[in-house]
């Protein structure tokens, strides 16, 4: 191989890796949003489409913070609107 085969076989392997990551990561942020509006639903009913938007178009950390808020919430509001979830 010469050096600019290795370093087009670097850049394929950084790009493969980096998709990947990038592949699992909103995998993740899918999935997490799925599991909060299911559960969410089952608590409290069917969530409106303002709801959904919001869960929709959060990132993990957010959805961290509903899912943790959702354990203990009396309503589906303080899910949202508690301290830690605004």
């Known amino acids: 191989m010469t050096n600019a085969d290795n ?14 990551a990038e592949g699992k990561a909103e995998a993740e942020l899918k ?18 489409e303002d709801t959904r938007r919001r869960i929709d178009s959060a990132e ?3 959805l961290d913070i509903w899912i ?10 303080d899910v949202f609107e508690s301290a830690s979830g605004r």
């Open 68 to 77: 943790d808020s959702m354990i203990d919430a009396a309503s589906l509001s």
């Open 31 to 48: 999935t997490k949003g799925e599991i909060l509006t299911l559960v969410l639903t089952r608590r409290f009913g069917d969530l409106s």
């Open 7 to 20: 370093w087009w076989q670097e850049i394929r392997e950084e790009s493969e890796a980096k998709g990947k």
């Open 60 to 62: 993990t950390p957010q």
